[in-house]
């Protein structure tokens, strides 16, 4: 499956009006604390620890990207520092952090995630998985639904400046 999906930075007042609007207009499907470490290696790889269990993932691909394939491996929760002592012992060092609380809700067949990352920001996303054949139908599905919510697509020129920025400086950005 192909990951599609597309990403606007919000003022905290969006924030807090979609998030409104998401609990009145959609299915709530769960709220979530995530810390997650990415690896400085070749590939996108990280590992999560949530509310609810441990994960590595891969995305093929670049970061910011509009579609993906993603590789995804879950474990108890409790497992994170095993994970996180596997790859160091693989000489993989951590890149960034990220400390995010996450909304999650399903919107007319659409994934969304209203995002609060400790040091960078608001973020929507809208996503849904498909099949290589349908990713593009799919992304201009996902524009035209964040055009009906007022939300104006940021360019992922953007996404690259702040992601840089954060990966440089996480470690001050998260003390504040």
Same mark, same amino acid.
Do not use: A
């Given at each position: 499956?192909?990951?599609?999906?597309?990403?606007?930075?919000?003022?905290?007042?969006? #924030?807090?009006?979609?998030?409104?609007?998401?609990?009145?207009?959609?299915?709530?499907?769960?709220?979530?604390?995530?810390?997650?470490? #990415?690896?400085?290696?070749?590939?996108?790889?990280?590992?999560?620890?949530?509310?609810?269990?441990?994960?590595?993932?891969?995305?093929?691909?670049?970061?910011?990207?509009?579609?993906?394939?993603?590789?995804?491996?879950?474990?108890?929760?409790?497992?994170?520092?095993?994970?996180?002592?596997?790859?160091?012992?693989?000489? #993989?060092?951590?890149?960034?952090?990220?400390?995010?609380?996450?909304?999650?809700?399903?919107?007319?067949?659409?994934?969304?995630?209203?995002?609060?990352?400790?040091?960078?920001?608001?973020?929507?996303?809208?996503?849904?998985?498909?099949?290589?054949?349908?990713?593009?139908?799919?992304?201009?599905?996902?524009?035209?639904?964040?055009?009906?919510?007022?939300?104006?697509?940021?360019?992922?020129?953007?996404?690259?400046?702040?992601?840089?920025?954060?990966?440089?400086?996480?470690?001050?950005?998260?003390?504040?």
């Amino acid at each position: 499956m192909i990951e599609v999906e597309i990403r606007s930075f919000l003022t905290e007042e969006q #924030y807090q009006e979609l998030l409104k609007f998401f609990k009145e207009n959609s299915e709530f499907i769960k709220e979530d604390c995530q810390e997650t470490h #990415y690896f400085n290696c070749r590939e996108d790889l990280r590992i999560q620890k949530n509310n609810f269990f441990s994960k590595i993932w891969m995305k093929k691909g670049r970061i910011h990207d509009d579609s993906r394939e993603e590789i995804e491996i879950k474990f108890d929760r409790g497992d994170f520092e095993k994970l996180s002592n596997l790859f160091f012992s693989l000489g #993989y060092d951590i890149e960034i952090k990220w400390f995010r609380k996450r909304f999650e809700f399903k919107w007319q067949e659409i994934d969304v995630m209203l995002d609060y990352t400790k040091g960078y920001g608001y973020i929507l996303e809208l996503e849904i998985l498909t099949d290589e054949k349908n990713k593009q139908k799919t992304l201009e599905l996902l524009k035209q639904k964040l055009q009906t919510l007022n939300i104006e697509e940021t360019p992922k020129q953007e996404f690259d400046e702040k992601y840089d920025y954060y990966r440089k400086n996480w470690r001050n950005l998260i003390r504040q």
